[in-house]
């Protein structure tokens, strides 16, 4: 190896526990809002300016995530969204922080409603109609391979939502069937890339996705990141 690629190996040898610190213990406590602006061809006017406020990946944790879900909680509040979204990852290992958690997200305020799907991780340590049933019992609209539809200001809007892709079923025919061609729709699936899939269904969709967690790598400290995901 070459003197100037050691120092680099070196650099990087003791810079790692400091950025793993950073990762597993800073980072996770912080939040931020982004605010896109997002233009769908033949939206109804009576839907334009429409608010969703989209989280996901919680993974939860009770002993630890209690000041982050307060100010989670509080910052969707303080948007007034008309919609909540909330797309899949509820857990890390066990599905058994799933009624905590929900003690808070049941404090959201949304106009018309908040639409859940499974996360990859939630379909591996628990199964769609446990996760459902615990979403259901507090209110939320928890959609699996199926869709609901509500009115705002005199126009109709289509919420559909999968079954996670990597380890669920979803059925794209099932989901859509029953929403009319010219009602515009919102789709909630958890993993990002099944929109190629997705559009063979709809010609008129937003999919919110997470998955990626911000979908970006971000260097600690300066903030840049060498990749984004939109």
């Avoid at 499974?118 to 979403?135: I, L, P, T």
């Avoid at 929109?195 to 997470?210: K, P």
């Amino acid at each position: 190896m070459k003197r100037r690629q050691l120092l680099k190996l070196a650099a990087l040898g003791s810079a790692g526990p400091a950025t793993l610190g950073y990762w597993f213990k800073v980072e996770p406590g912080l939040l931020s809002i982004t605010r896109p602006e997002i233009v769908m061809p033949h939206l109804p006017g009576d839907l334009d300016g429409l608010r969703v406020a989209m989280f996901g990946d919680l993974h939860y944790k009770p002993e630890v995530d209690e000041p982050l879900m307060q100010k989670l909680v509080d910052a969707v509040n303080r948007e007034a969204p008309d919609l909540v979204a909330i797309v899949g990852d509820y857990l890390e290992y066990d599905d058994a922080v799933i009624p905590p958690m929900l003690e808070h997200l049941s404090r959201i305020e949304s106009k018309h409603g908040i639409f859940s799907v499974m996360g990859n991780h939630d379909g591996w340590y628990s199964v769609g109609s446990r996760v459902k049933k615990m979403f259901k019992e507090r209110g939320f609209d928890f959609l699996i391979n199926e869709h609901s539809q509500v009115t705002i200001n005199q126009a109709r809007l289509a919420i559909a939502g999968t079954d996670n892709v990597w380890n669920g079923h979803p059925d794209i025919a099932a989901t859509f069937r029953g929403i009319a061609r010219d009602t515009p729709t919102l789709a909630l699936i958890h993993e990002p890339d099944y929109f190629d899939t997705v559009v063979t269904g709809r010609d008129s969709i937003l999919q919110l996705s997470g998955h990626s967690h911000g979908g970006q790598c971000r260097v600690p400290l300066i903030g840049y990141a060498p990749r984004t995901v939109r």
